[in-house]
């Protein structure tokens, strides 16, 4: 199947490739972490011809970043609960669930690898470019709710936000308990001045 084919067919044949791809990419994610990860392997896995996994995504990068991309999408939808304070508690619960799962525990490993090649460094930062950009809309509709002050940089919180959880996965290897995700929220925005939405509740 070519490229062409697979973006005529979104909802057909083509979209079932594509997901058989994204999937066998992240097992090889998975198993083999971003250095041992290439085209041959995954279109095996998938069972589809390697040349129409390179006419669909060019380079081992594009590939490793819409995956994990696609992953992060399924199991970490940024929430829109009508509150910036109640979406920052709610996206952070999901990442301490993905964190806490053994696909997203080796995935977040796969992500944060040292690599000396410049382009698989370059498709991890956009993998997380493209996840702050996204969630960073929670923070965006809070700012134009009047929760937040204008001028609010959106990645700094989410960074502020989202980062201490990293920590934990990947360096301290603390638990990342239930209570974590309403504490983190709160720090960030009582830390933002956040207004307008009230003080702080209780669990």
Do not use: K
Not at 18 to 36: C, F, I, M
């Amino acid at each position: 199947m070519t490229e062409g084919e697979i973006r005529r067919r979104p909802g057909g044949r083509g979209a079932r490739v594509r997901q058989a791809v994204l999937d066998a990419a992240v097992d090889a994610l998975v198993e083999n972490g971003v250095t041992g990860f290439s085209f041959a392997d995954v279109a095996a896995r998938a069972e589809v011809n390697e040349t129409s996994v390179y006419r669909r995504w060019r380079t081992r990068e594009n590939l490793i970043t819409d995956a994990l991309l696609a992953v992060s999408d399924r199991r970490i939808p940024v929430p829109d609960t009508g509150s910036v304070r109640e979406d920052l508690r709610a996206f952070a619960a999901l990442v301490v669930d993905y964190l806490n799962s053994p696909l997203g525990g080796a995935l977040a490993r796969a992500a944060v690898i040292t690599v000396d090649d410049p382009e698989l460094a370059a498709a991890r930062e956009e993998f997380w470019r493209s996840r702050l950009e996204l969630a960073g809309a929670m923070v965006e509709r809070g700012i134009a709710r009047g929760e937040l002050r204008a001028g609010t940089d959106p990645r700094v919180a989410l960074e502020a936000l989202i980062a201490p959880l990293h920590s934990r996965a990947l360096l301290t290897r603390e638990p990342l308990d239930e209570d974590l995700p309403r504490a983190l929220a709160d720090l960030v925005l009582d830390g933002l001045g956040a207004r307008g939405i009230g003080p702080a509740s209780p669990a």
